[in-house]
């Protein structure tokens, strides 16, 4: 008994074309024609299926590879800029995190960051906190190019460092003092126990 397939991806040249099972004897003639049929028919499969969009096979437009060589060159920028942050802010800075945008070739680049930093005085150390401010002041000017938030941030830095060396100033002349104070009173009253009975009305009894 013979078959008849016609594809429905070809036109009316294929239509018509007898295939026989093998042990029926088919002729040359028609398997030729049949084998020339599949591999027409594999040839339109093929051109139907969608070629990888890469530069080897389907270059970008001018205005694509444009995009993709700003947003390159930008997650670049982003990256050294906020690892300057974190390296020199140390135990201060956190982790640098980073807003993404998806370029024409599927990739996602960074085009923002930030790293958070303390800028909190050390609680009844000034000296340490002078310390702090001054990392916290380099953090924040490390990157070859500042924004503005970041030399806000070195603003708060200087005056964190000035607000704590005047705390620091004031305990060291309030200890300087204190020593120079008990001596003048040792010597009061010793004077005082010393000195010989006076008149009432003297100068060692208003001291006193």
Known sequence: MNTIFIPASLGPQSQGVIRQPADLGMPREI????????????EVDSAKEPRPTNAATEPYTPEEQQKITELAMRDREVRAHEAAHASVGGIYAGAPSYSFARGPDGKNYAVSGEVSIDVSPVAGNPQATIDKAQIVRRAALAPAQPSSQ???????????????????????????????????????????????????????????
Do not use: C, H, W, Y
Not at 31 to 42: D, F, G, K, L, V
Not at 167 to 182: G, I, T, Y
């Open 31 to 42: 398997n030729a024609t049949a084998n020339q049929s599949s591999a027409e028919t594999r």
């Open 150 to 208: 970041d030399r806000a941030v070195a603003s708060a830095a200087i005056a964190l460092e000035q607000s704590a060396r005047q705390e620091l100033q004031m305990q060291n002349n309030s200890q300087e003092a204190s020593p120079a104070n008990s001596e003048s009173k040792l010597a009061i009253f010793t004077n005082v126990a010393q000195a010989p009975p006076s008149e009432p009305g003297s100068v060692v009894n208003e001291l006193v």
